[in-house]
C-alpha cells in the first residue's frame, strides 16, 4: 500500500501542531513558563490565540459547506 505523498487539503483539526494558530499556542504556553503559570500576566496572548482558533473554525465551517458527503 503506498503513502499519500502529499499533504491534505486542510490540516486535522485534531492535531495542535497542524493548526494555523501554533505559532500563538507556544507563545501562550511560552508565557505561561516565563512567568511561572502566571494566567494574568499572559492574558494577551490568550486572547490572540483565541482569536486565532475562531477564526481557523469559521474557515473550517465555510469549506465543509461546500462539500458534500457524496462527492
Not at 17 to 30: M, R
Amino acid at each position: 500500500m503506498a503513502s499519500k505523498a502529499s499533504t491534505p487539503p486542510y490540516p486535522s483539526a485534531a492535531r495542535i501542531s497542524d493548526s494555523q494558530c501554533y505559532p500563538q499556542y507556544t507563545a501562550s504556553l511560552k508565557c505561561l513558563e516565563e512567568y511561572h503559570s502566571d494566567k494574568s500576566k499572559c492574558q494577551e496572548h490568550f486572547d490572540i490565540y483565541k482569536e486565532c482558533k475562531k477564526k481557523e473554525r469559521e474557515a473550517r465551517l465555510e469549506r465543509n459547506k461546500t462539500r458534500s458527503l457524496f462527492s
